[in-house]
């Protein structure tokens, strides 16, 4: 499992770093508010496997307040799309990046905007998702809430159940669990890719 | 009189078969400590604070005495004399503590992660998360042993270990479990597997009993040394990482309630 997340991480940032220029004087701050750090032993070491991330500096996390900061030089564009992917490849749950970069200017990442639903429309359900912990729940109710339509979701770590609400006209229960398996979770009707299970962290593995 | 015979005989297996009964006497609040080790030297308690980066020494009631900073995600620390050994697992290293000056422990090997160390007499071993495995240092050699895996003798991220007279005890994590080595690295027993435990991070292994600690579900599960299950302590604690026993006392580190619970037993 570390080494499927090194990989991907370095690979990633290598593909960054062999398209800049040997400037790297200026550097970006970023900072990105995780959720879901309750293990201190996976923490601690996906901050360690951050810091071995070739370009990455300063790499730092606040456990109390799921800040993480670090600087990444500026000519390498790194996107907050990236960084959220790295994040989530990491093991941690983005919840958000702020990006300040080396010429002063600011970037955020945007909120989702919750349309109106009707009433009628909302189904409350609950289901089966496979987890341990509370890295495990972070990544579980994001996956749900990121698909459109679903309007909240709650995973209780003792029963196992994901209670979801979301827009019937929009979206249906099986999507979800189809998302929720997507990163890294069985339900009862959907598996997690052995290649997606085998990159969670080691206090996430329940098979 | 066949039944007083009964009640009689009865009584006497229950008395005979008394477990050491582990009852709390106190909470010490650490403040915006972040405990993950534990260990007792020049009387007094010292804590691995792995969010904060540092090493505190208090009195046991709890009253800090001094704060060694300067320490990467200190881990499962132990001692012996006046030294500290402190596993960094964010540069790789076992650090010693003595008399405010910090060296670093020579190993033939390189770590990654490293977790937990353990001394006793002139033998170490230290829990290597990443690698899957223990280094063990028998006064003579280092030797590696275990690999990844969930079979018996293989580890899923150890976190703390443990050296006895004559064996080896391996906090094996995230295989939910405990096991016991010989010295030369052979697995004897596999304890706690069927006891629903989510993340076994924390051992401490007394003349007579085991202490494991399931840091998911809050209890700290109590074993005799065949691997019996004998009590199940549970509070209002959160969170639980190590155990250490002082003066038929034990002590539980509780990461998220940023609390010493004091246990003591009746018997």
């Not at chain 2, 804590?47 to 709890?62: C, K, P, T, Y």
């Not at chain 2, 500290?84 to 003595?98: A, F, Q, R």
């Not at chain 2, 071993?125 to 240092?137: T, V």
Request: proline share 2%; net charge negative.
């Amino acid at each position: 499992m570390k080494y499927s997340i090194i990989m991907i991480l370095a690979f990633s940032l290598f593909g960054i770093t062999l398209n800049s220029n040997a400037q790297n004087s200026n550097k970006d701050n970023f900072e990105v508010k995780v959720d879901g750090l309750g293990c201190p032993f996976c923490a601690y070491g996906l901050e360690k496997k951050f810091k071995e991330l070739k370009g990455i500096k300063d790499v730092k996390i606040e456990m109390e307040t799921g800040i993480m900061n670090f600087t990444f030089p500026t000519d390498k564009g790194l996107s907050i799309e990236k960084v959220e992917s790295q994040v989530e490849e990491a093991g941690y749950t983005p919840v958000s990046v702020v990006i300040t970069r080396g010429n002063g200017k600011t970037e955020t990442s945007e909120r989702e905007v919750l349309e109106e639903v009707a009433e009628e429309a909302i189904v409350e359900s609950a289901f089966f998702v496979a987890g341990n912990c509370g890295m495990c729940k972070a990544r579980i109710e994001k996956a749900a809430k990121d698909v459109s339509g679903v309007l909240d979701a709650n995973w209780n770590k003792e029963t196992k159940d994901l209670i979801v609400s979301f827009d019937g006209s929009k979206v249906s229960q099986e999507e979800i669990e189809n998302a929720v398996a997507k990163s890294g979770h069985d339900t009862n009707i959907a598996t997690a890719d052995d290649d997606i299970y085998d990159k969670l962290p080691g206090c996430c593995q329940y098979r | 009189m066949r039944n007083l015979i009964l009640i009689l005989l009865t009584i006497c297996l229950i008395s005979c078969n008394q477990e050491i009964n582990w009852t709390k006497t106190k909470s010490i609040d650490l403040g915006k400590v972040t405990p993950i080790g534990l260990t007792y030297a020049n009387g007094n308690i010292w804590l691995a604070d792995g969010d904060h980066n540092q090493i505190v020494e208090m009195n046991l009631e709890g009253v800090v005495q001094k704060v060694y900073e300067g320490f990467e995600r200190p881990m499962h620390i132990d001692s012996q004399e006046d030294a500290v050994y402190i596993p960094e697992y964010g540069t790789d290293n076992i650090s010693i503590l003595k008399d405010g000056q910090k060296s670093v422990m020579e190993i033939q090997d390189s770590l990654d992660a490293p977790a937990g160390v353990a001394i006793y007499k002139n033998e170490r071993a230290i829990a290597d998360f990443y690698n899957h495995r223990i280094l063990y240092f028998n006064g003579t050699k280092w030797m590696s042993f275990g690999e990844e895996g969930k079979a018996r003798g293989e580890f899923y991220y150890p976190t703390d270990v443990q050296i006895t007279k004559d064996k080896i005890y391996v906090a094996d994590a995230y295989n939910n479990r405990a096991q016991v080595f010989d010295k030369n690295g052979t697995a004897e027993l596999v304890i706690g597997n069927t006891d629903k435990l989510n993340a076994a991070t924390g051992i401490y292994v007394s003349s007579k009993q085991m202490f494991l600690t399931d840091f998911e579900n809050n209890r700290v599960l109590v074993y005799d040394l065949k691997g019996k299950l004998t009590q199940t302590i549970e509070g209002d604690f959160e969170k639980p990482t190590d155990i250490l026993m002082i003066d038929k006392q034990i002590y539980i580190s509780c990461y998220k309630s940023k609390e010493l619970v004091v246990y003591s037993n009746q018997n």
